[in-house]
Structure formats: structure tokens, C-alpha cells
């Protein structure tokens, strides 16, 4: 079955970088589209990034741009999100999700129930 496996959070101070990664498992990771969204408390999940099964082809959500960064290594079936320059803002519960249909190129921020399989999440925290 489909497993995606978040890894990587913690806690780190305003102005730091952190790379989290998500392994992937139970399907072909090569023609899906896979996304990075976040989540505080009392709050939707947060469109952050998504890189498209067509390599080299990535969307970021507005409050991140130009911050982080999203890449896949297609041959260790793993995603990740280089966080630069983090803020307080950032904090929250980063989940890993993959695009309900395959061969699928997305374009712009997109909402989480256009996702259909989602990780356990990890918790990244930034203090000021």
C-alpha cells in the first residue's frame, strides 16, 4: 500500500535552515506528482510546495517563495524541502502528500483534497 514517511523536523532559530524528507513506498513514485503542505493548530493544511513528476518543475505557495526549496530523488523514491531562512511563521506540522493522478503535471498552489495519500507529518519548529 501506498506509504509516504516524513522525516527530518525539529527545532531550530529564526534564520536557520533545515531539510525534511519524505520516503516514499507502494507505488510507482516516478509518474506522481508529490506536494508538501503544513499545518498549525485550528487551521487548513497549507499549500507549501509540489514538484511535478516532470522534473525540474516545482510550485511554491506565496509565504515561501524564494525560501525553500522542493526536489525529488527519483532513484531513492524520496522527496524533499530545503527550508532557508526560517521564520516563527514556519512553524507547524510539514506533511508529505501525493497527487491523486498520476502522469499529472500541476500548476500554482493547489488545496489539499487534491491530494489523496498523506504522510504521518513532522513537526517543525522556529524560534525567534
Known amino acids: 500500500q501506498v506509504q509516504l514517511v516524513e522525516s527530518g523536523g525539529g527545532s531550530v532559530q529564526a534564520g536557520d535552515s533545515l531539510s525534511i524528507s519524505c520516503a516514499a513506498s507502494?507505488?510507482?513514485?516516478?509518474?506522481?506528482?508529490m506536494g508538501w503542505f503544513r499545518q498549525t493548530p485550528g487551521k487548513e493544511r497549507e499549500f507549501v510546495a509540489s514538484?511535478?513528476?516532470?522534473?525540474?518543475?516545482?510550485n511554491y505557495g506565496d509565504s515561501v517563495k524564494a525560501r525553500f526549496s522542493v526536489s525529488r530523488d527519483n532513484a531513492k523514491n524520496t522527496l524533499y524541502l530545503q527550508m532557508n531562512n526560517l521564520k516563527p511563521e514556519d512553524t507547524a506540522i510539514y506533511y508529505c502528500?501525493?497527487?491523486?493522478?498520476?502522469?499529472?503535471?500541476?500548476?500554482?498552489?493547489?488545496?489539499?483534497?487534491?491530494?489523496?495519500?498523506w504522510g504521518q507529518g513532522t513537526q517543525v519548529t522556529v524560534s525567534s
Open positions: 502528500a501525493r497527487y491523486m493522478k498520476p502522469y499529472t503535471a500541476i500548476r500554482g498552489p493547489r488545496t489539499a483534497n487534491e491530494f489523496g495519500s
Open positions: 507502494g507505488f510507482d513514485f516516478t509518474i506522481y506528482t
Open positions: 514538484d511535478n513528476w516532470v522534473q525540474s518543475d516545482a
